[in-house]
């Protein structure tokens, strides 16, 4: 059930309604049966690996935080290889044992694992970063084991967030769900509002871009250097309103039942640096790696070299926890080398001069339009063949549609509100304020989704992970 | 119920209200401009269901509207002929437009192409019937083919703006752009250059058939399509236009079954795929299934003789 579709939009309008009408008390049942049937409508049956963890990582809270020495770190860890492993036999099995086939091949020997044809659970990377920062809040002590099971399966699988973050912390999620969410229409107000700004971003420009830039990528072969090097620069705005217009509709369905989950994007391709990006850019899980591997890795207090090696770790886990693909791993090894040099050369973070700023800001975007190249590509050789592209730089761009000039159109539309909410958002201020006006507004947002929208643009690409 | 709460209907019921009357007022907007159109696409669906004057209609996918060159066909023939071809279009696209010019117009022929595989089930046939949102509510056939879209499409179309969606781009281009007016308004012709002569063809795709799955939704439009023109009294050719390097050998059961529901109508039918004049010819090729000008003109010619001879 995508957040774009019909099903989605009926089956919200119906769980808030019942949600409101319902008693406190029961609410929560509400939502744990909601988000139940909202996983299911994926692939059924895999509710079932999402309760094997839930059971684990419940009874593993309750233990640790009964018991002392040893046995708590042995129930940590308990906690954490249930994750890690069905995270890692869902998504990396069949890529580790590709390469050990690979490998095994050139000795002239067949790997003795089968391939197996499994579908990765949707979602699982994110609920499953989320049920570990419970069990080692747990274990630090910084927040109560939950003694509900139902509050506890529900913080897992909260439907808002539960395919693809926020990843939240249980210090600031489960509380709320013990809160009394009465109906406030401000929040039912502003929840629309972040929705409406979601379903913009999702229809209206990342799957218009998408058009364009699954065209070139998917060809790449028939297409000039200059396409290329366009439709890269397309891709990194279609991702980022993809994955930044699901947080929007996320966090907003979450308000308008009352709820408030984390900002997770503030305009990252604003960023005057890499390492003001990774602050900007999926900040739940840059803060998740921060608090849960970097800091335990000894973050800024160790030496320079310890540091960027850890820095490189870091990024390499992230590139692997986007995808069982060389191309991640090399897309996370790159985020990671260049944010090692910004460290290395002390380039900073802090803006001067509006050139300078400029600059900064279009070098920046540039050199994560790079990275983006082998985060696109289906394969290494791939990634390296349309860098080499794109570096010649030959040809023309391809016109030959109406995808180019929508893309573009979009595409600037969306620079010039990104650039106005960054640096001059009180403007925002002289605009009328009044019910009249705010309808007026609605009406042009939605003119512009169902003019401009494309309705046939497929999941989001962070389902995948 | 507290005041906060009714206040806070009556500003839904406006906001909703308030869209109600932007989507009839802009879908009427968009519908006069819509019409305005004078190439592209969506011309031809509104040349079928509005204006259609001539005696030779031609319908099916890019291998029509890129084979068949129109105005030829009109001076070997002695017949006015418009192309209705589409891309990427299929008989779920033809059968509600033939529908909608015999309501008001006899052609003395209708030419539809159908590929061989064209009895094939691909999903991809449904989502391109979007071409005909527009046109929702024209006439019940055109509404009955978006009715077999996916994703409840037929009732997203109440909603005048979406029944336009993304058309504003072609509505430009159409309207006002003259470069692409020359190329369009050919009689629903379309030519694309290039020929394959340097181009390495080992691999020979079009003769593999995978999975069979037959699409039943198709397999009825085309008995319709055959029972309206009879209805009709309008004479109806089906063709398959010509191939690079088709070969015949291999067992093809889409082409059996399209063949059999041909025999078993009494449609005539002319089979260009494996034609000799056609066959590894490179130079009247553009790729391995679509004809260049040169060769759309030898099969133009082709069928003119065809028809002249056996059926007008």
Known sequence: ?465 | MSQNFKIFLVKIAAVACVLIVVDVVAGFGLKNLFYKQRGGKYYKISHAVKNTTEDIVIFGSSHASEHFDAPLMQKLTGKTTFNFGNQGQSILYTYPLVKSILAYHKPLLIIVNLDYSELQYKSEAYERLSILMPYFHVNSAIDSAIALMPDHQDLKCYSALYRYNSTLGNIMLNTYSKKIMQLSYNNGYEQISGNICNVDRTENPQNEIGLVRFDQHKIDYLIKLAGAAQKANVKLLITTTPLYNYNPAVKNVYKEKLIQILNQLTITYLDGGTNADFKGKCQYFSDDTHLNPQGADGWTTLCSQYIKSKLL
């Open chain 1, 1 to 465: 059930m995508l957040f774009t579709s019909v099903q989605f939009l009926l089956f919200f309008f119906i769980t808030t309604v019942l949600f409101y009408l319902l008693s406190p008390k029961f609410r929560w049942l509400l939502l744990l049966l909601a988000s139940c049937f909202f996983y299911m409508a994926f692939v059924p049956v895999y509710i079932l690996i999402l309760g094997f963890t839930i059971v684990i990582d419940y009874l593993a809270g309750i233990y640790i935080e009964k018991n002392t020495g040893h046995k708590r770190k042995s129930l940590l860890i308990i906690s954490l290889v249930a994750n890690i492993g069905v995270l890692c036999f869902f998504k990396y099995y069949n890529f580790i044992n590709d390469n050990i086939a690979t490998a095994l091949l050139n000795f002239h020997h067949q790997t003795p694992f089968p391939y197996l044809t499994i579908l990765l659970p949707i979602g699982l990377s994110f609920h499953t970063f989320q049920a570990m920062s419970y069990t080692i809040e747990v274990y630090r002590g910084n927040q109560p084991a939950e003694r509900k099971f139902g509050i506890y399966a529900l913080y897992v699988m909260f439907y808002p967030q539960l395919v693809a973050g926020p990843i939240e912390r249980p210090q600031r999620l489960l509380p709320q769900f013990y809160a009394t969410h009465n109906f406030k229409v401000e929040n039912i107000s502003a929840g629309l509002q972040q929705m409406l700004i979601g379903f913009i971003k999702k229809l209206v420009v990342a799957d218009r871009v998408a058009l364009f830039v699954d065209n070139v990528y998917n060809h790449a072969a028939d297409q000039s250097g200059k396409s290329l090097a366009l439709a890269t620069v397309f891709f990194a705005f279609q991702i980022y309103c993809d994955f930044s217009g699901y947080t929007d509709i996320a966090i907003g369905a979450a308000k308008v039942l009352g709820f408030d989950l984390m900002k997770n994007f503030n305009r990252p391709y604003l960023s005057v640096s890499l390492t003001q990006f990774w602050q900007r850019w999926h900040i739940s899980l840059s803060t998740w790696f921060r608090d849960y591997l970097y800091i335990p890795l000894g973050g800024n207090r160790v030496g320079n070299l310890r540091r960027y090696l850890n820095l490189l770790i870091i990024f390499l886990i992230s590139g692997l926890w986007h995808g069982a693909n060389w191309t991640f791993i090399a897309w996370g090894l790159i985020n990671g080398l260049l944010i090692v040099l910004e460290s290395v050369f002390k380039i900073s973070s802090k803006r001067g001069h509006w050139l300078t700023t400029v600059c900064k800001t279009i070098i920046t975007f540039l050199l994560i339009c790079f990275t983006w190249v082998f985060f696109r590509s289906a394969n290494i050789h791939e990634a390296f063949y349309i860098l080499k592209k794109i570096i010649m730089f030959d040809g023309t761009i391809i016109q030959s549609n109406d995808h180019y000039y929508y893309a573009f159109i979009v595409v600037m539309a969306l620079v010039f509100f990104e650039v106005i909410n960054e640096y001059k958002p009180n403007l925002y201020k002289l605009l009328p304020n009044s019910f009249a006006a705010r309808c007026a507004y609605y009406a042009l947002l939605v003119v512009v989704i169902l003019q401009f929208g494309v309705f046939d643009g497929g999941q989001f690409i962070y389902f995948q992970f």
